[in-house]
């Protein structure tokens, strides 16, 4: 870690949370997690951490003494409807790509602890129908990692004509698998037939993402359904008629499956690239998009646009030891200095 973070980091560890809710006001901030689960995933570990069921449950004992935790309509009601609603130190709990463990895990607790959340969702993975690139590569590296030495020596011997660099060791291997982009979806289906992977098999078997069913029932239960494009592709690398399609079509089907008026939009990966005058046109022209969701912490930026502090790494955190207050001050520290240079994205 570099020095000056380090330094932040111990200055930040002695200061209290509240002084820098007090600073950086938001209408709300967005904690946002992508998995909870007691067992490693094939589709998150090898690339992302993720909390067990008890971690997590820590955080939701943290946020409930250090926050009013809202729900999604009362945020909308107040930033889009211009209702002043919401409570001081408002917090929204959401939770990125729609693992089943939304419905399994997280559900549950939430429901135990009376915490309103979003879930947002990748489109073309519901009902287990895709697998977005980045759980492709990890499923690779999953997979690459539990070879024996005899499994690999055949892999790497295949390797010569994908990628002759990668050949030489199990590090070089995994370092170009983890480096193969959306572009790279013929390569990703090469590798899976030399390690004899069948994706569609995977996902019949192992169900790792939330049916139709499953989503209703959140909806019954008065969770609210947003939209987390339609095939979690890196927004960097496309132009903005591509970027407005995965919006626009991904906000119609879980409008159409939940019966909203309006869906809001978490951006896949971040939506540091993006345009906030071109997002303006995009929610002027659709009105089912709903308010956006980023992933960098608090900085300043417009109200439509949530700022998300993602939370989903484990250090520090224990059962009944929450690490929040870590991840939470980090993301007001840059809010604060956003704050106080004014810089606000075009
Ligand atoms: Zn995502």
Request: aromatic fraction near 10%; hydrophobic fraction near 40%; proline fraction near 6%.
């Amino acid at each position: 870690m570099p020095l000056r973070e380090i330094a932040r980091d111990a200055i930040l560890s002695w200061t209290p949370l509240a002084p820098l809710q007090a600073m950086v006001k938001r209408d709300v901030v967005g904690v946002n997690y992508h998995l909870v689960s007691a067992e490693p995933s094939p589709l998150v570990s090898p690339l992302f951490s993720f909390k067990t069921p008890a971690q997590f449950e820590s955080d939701l004992h943290f946020l409930k003494s250090h926050y009013s935790m809202v729900g999604y309509a009362d945020t909308a009601a107040q930033i889009l409807g211009g209702r002043s609603i919401l409570p001081s130190r408002a917090a929204l709990l959401t939770f990125d790509d729609g693992f089943a463990e939304c419905h399994t895990t997280v559900r549950p607790l939430l429901l135990k602890h009376k915490i309103p959340a979003v879930f947002f969702v990748i489109t073309d993975a519901l009902n287990n129908r895709f697998l977005p690139y980045r759980n492709r590569v990890a499923l690779c590296l999953d997979r690459l990692r539990r070879a024996t030495d005899d499994e690999f020596g055949g892999f790497a011997s295949e390797l010569k004509a994908l990628a002759p660099q990668a050949r030489s060791s199990r590090e070089a291997a995994e370092k170009w698998v983890r480096s193969l982009t959306n572009r790279d979806t013929a390569v990703l289906d090469a590798i899976f037939r030399l390690l004899n992977i069948d994706p569609q098999a995977f996902l019949t078997v192992r169900k790792p993402f939330l049916s139709t069913d499953q989503i209703l029932e959140l909806v019954r239960d008065g969770f609210t359904i947003g939209a987390h494009s339609v095939t979690h592709t890196d927004f960097s690398l496309l132009d903005e008629p591509a970027i407005e399609r995965e919006i626009v079509e991904s906000c119609a089907v879980v409008c159409a499956l939940t019966g909203a008026s309006h869906a809001p939009f978490a951006f896949p990966f971040n939506g540091n690239s993006l345009k906030r005058l071109f997002l303006a046109d995009v929610r002027k022209r659709n009105p089912h998009v709903g308010l956006y969701f980023d992933n960098c912490g608090f900085p300043l930026d417009h109200e439509w646009v949530v700022g998300r502090m993602t939370c989903d790494l484990p250090g520090g955190c224990s059962a009944g030891h929450s690490n929040l207050g870590r991840w939470l001050k980090r993301a007001y520290a840059r809010g604060l200095v956003s704050q106080i240079t004014r810089k606000q994205r075009p």
